[in-house]
């Protein structure tokens, strides 16, 4: 098990990382350097890593466990004389959180180069310009070039170079907190990377195969490569869900941060397998594990993928609550992200073939 620090770090690390749709590669790498010594693994074209662990004997039941790597960003989408950028959103954004930040764009020689969303100031719109909402097709870039040419050839950004938002993950350890951006889904990366750590020591009843995922944002797209590939009888997804707790009256809170992980009985994608929800609500309950119920009428995430795949593969979601998912910050409780742990863990050490059998 690791330290608090050591976690932090990695936590940290993981939401720094710049990994937008379809450019997941700093994410993969670290995700590699932590499951190397434990588990055998692959990383396909589309950059999802799938593992298997090392301890495996091969003639038990396989849990596939899973979260997604890439985060919500933005890609280039064309150059202006002026030297401002347009741009198109990668993943679900909401523009009022997008106008006025700070980004990061991927310059040509890899490096990353700070600019600013950017609109018509107030003093130029007129006042139905400015009763009205501004819309993402409405706003541009801006690095500092004055023309097209210093764009391209001194600031070296070019067409569909990947965007993400410019924010730098703090830990506030007397209230235990993270503020920092992509929770959605690193959080989820890092529960599944310590779970992975601390099953190494355990006495299992399955195997632990599994996957870290590409493109979750934009569709599923890794999950439905890897649910062609990847065979397993139950699967456990991470995730980092939105936490509900500042807009919602008590009695509908469903994800409220420093309340544990949440369970999600339903959502757009995936109406859960009530026997699996059960047995892994019976663990929780057994064990006195901090955990919430959800009944979503939106969202998805890969297990709507992962549950329809070969024969049907019972599947829950563990999701740690994120405060303000899809914009440049949100808040995480490190004490939801250990329960999360725990939550696996158990779930996991329950499992038999038996148990599998009457999901």
Not at 263 to 287: E, G, S
Request: net charge negative; hydrophobic share 40%; glycine share 8%.
């Amino acid at each position: 098990m690791r330290t608090e620090n050591e976690n932090v770090e990695l936590i940290k690390k993981l939401s720094n990382a710049s990994g937008i749709s379809g450019f997941e590669d700093e994410v993969v790498e670290i995700c590699k350097t932590q499951i190397e010594a434990t588990c055998d693994f692959e990383v396909d074209s589309l950059r999802n890593l799938c593992f298997s662990a090392k301890k495996n004997t091969g003639n038990r039941p396989k849990v596939w466990l899973d979260a997604h790597t890439d985060e919500v960003g933005f890609i280039v989408q064309y150059l202006k004389n002026n030297g401002t950028i347009g741009f198109l959103p990668v993943g679900g954004w909401s523009p009022p959180t997008v106008a006025a930040s700070k980004v990061k764009i991927k310059t040509n020689n890899g490096d990353y180069i700070s600019g600013v969303v950017a609109s018509k100031p107030p003093h130029f719109m007129s006042k139905a310009e400015q009763s009205a909402g501004l819309t993402i097709s409405q706003m541009v870039i801006d690095v500092g070039a004055s023309s097209l040419a210093e764009l391209k050839n001194d600031f070296e950004i070019a067409v569909a170079a990947p965007i993400v938002p410019d924010a730098t993950c703090e830990y506030d350890e007397k209230h235990k907190l993270f503020l920092g951006k992509a929770f959605d889904c690193r959080i989820g990366v890092a529960a599944l990377i310590e779970t992975l750590n601390q099953l190494q020591s355990e006495a299992l009843a399955v195997d632990v195969i599994g996957s870290f995922t590409a493109q979750e944002e934009v569709g599923l797209r890794g999950a439905n490569v890897v649910a062609k590939s990847l065979h397993a009888d139950v699967a456990i997804v991470f995730e980092g869900a939105p936490a509900d707790d500042t807009f919602s009256s008590e009695e509908q809170i469903q994800a409220g941060i420093k309340r544990g992980p949440m369970l999600r009985h339903f959502d757009v994608n995936m109406i859960t397998n009530p026997r699996f929800m059960r047995h892994a609500l019976n663990v929780a309950k057994k064990f006195g594990l901090q955990h919430q119920e959800a009944v979503r009428s939106g969202g998805g995430t890969n297990a709507g993928a992962i549950h329809t795949s070969k024969h049907g593969i019972p599947t829950i979601v563990i999701s740690v609550p994120v405060r303000y998912v899809h914009s440049h910050q949100g808040f995480v409780a490190y004490t939801d992200y250990l329960e999360a742990v725990k939550l696996a863990k158990a779930v996991i050490k329950s499992l038999n073939a038996e148990i599998i059998a009457s999901f």
